[in-house]
Nanobody, 119 residues
C-alpha cells in the first residue's frame, strides 16, 4: 500500500503557473504508475495526466496538452505536475493517485489540493 500527500495548490491569476507535488510513502514507489486527477464543483472527477513506473510513458487529457507536464523522481518518492498558462477552467481540487496498473483503476488517493485560477 502507498500513502500520498499533495501540496502546491493555491490561488493564481489566469496565465500563471503552479507546480503540484505529491509525496509517497513506502519503499515500493517505483512499482506504481502515478496519476493526477481533478474535480471541479458540480463535475465528475477526471484524469488530467498519468505517468508510468519509470517515467518513460505519459498521457495527458486534451485540455491540458502543451500546458501541463507530469514528472516523477523515484529516488525521492515524488511525482509532480507543472501547470503553465493556467485558465479559470483549470480550477478544481487536484488529487494524486497511484496504481500498479498504468491504465488503472487507481485505488490509492491523496487528500487533494485546491487550485483556483482567477480571471
Amino acid at each position: 500500500q502507498v500513502q500520498l500527500v499533495e501540496s502546491g495548490g493555491g490561488l493564481v491569476q489566469a496565465g500563471g503557473s503552479l507546480r503540484l507535488s505529491c509525496a509517497a510513502s513506502g519503499r515500493t514507489f517505483s512499482s506504481y504508475a502515478m496519476g493526477w486527477f481533478r474535480q471541479a464543483p458540480g463535475k465528475e472527477r477526471e484524469l488530467v495526466a498519468r505517468i508510468d513506473r519509470t517515467g518513460g510513458v505519459t498521457y495527458y487529457t486534451d485540455s491540458v496538452k502543451g500546458r501541463f507536464t507530469i514528472s516523477r523522481d523515484n529516488a525521492k518518492n515524488m511525482v509532480f505536475l507543472q501547470m503553465n498558462s493556467l485558465k479559470p477552467d483549470d480550477t478544481a481540487v487536484y488529487y494524486c493517485a497511484a496504481s500498479l496498473i498504468y491504465t488503472g483503476p487507481y485505488p490509492y488517493w491523496g487528500q487533494g489540493t485546491q487550485v483556483t485560477v482567477s480571471s
